[in-house]
């Protein structure tokens, strides 16, 4: 199992009250689609307009390919996209970090 992270970026500071009210309570369709696509221990922070991910996983990107084709997925981004920038594929524009140190 591997450590997977990554950015997102927020648009602006007017739209952070939404994008953490729409994570308060993340309907289960969304959070199972995350499971069957191989996330686990996944987690989300904050800092100004920069998001910062984490989760567990066999296949980082695969993970993350096989996440776009879950049909939940469309709507919850329909409703997120707005709120942050995005790629061409109308997904969240994820930017890998790579890991420089780790623990356990």
């Known amino acids: 199992m591997a450590r ?16 953490e009210r729409l994570h308060e309570d993340v309907e289960q369709e969304v959070l199972d689609a995350h499971a069957r696509s ?25 993970a993350i390919e096989k996440l776009a084709t879950e049909p939940i997925m469309k709507s919850w981004w ?8 995005i790629d061409g594929k109308n997904m969240p524009l994820f930017k890998e970090l790579p890991e420089v140190f780790h623990m356990d």
């Open 4 to 19: 997977f992270s990554f950015m997102l970026q927020l648009k602006g500071e007017e739209v952070i009250p939404e994008y």
């Open 38 to 62: 191989g996330f686990r221990n996944y987690s989300l922070f904050r800092s100004g307009l920069q998001l910062f991910g984490y989760f567990e996983t066999d296949d980082g990107w695969g």
């Open 78 to 85: 329909e409703k997120t996209n707005p709120l942050m920038e």
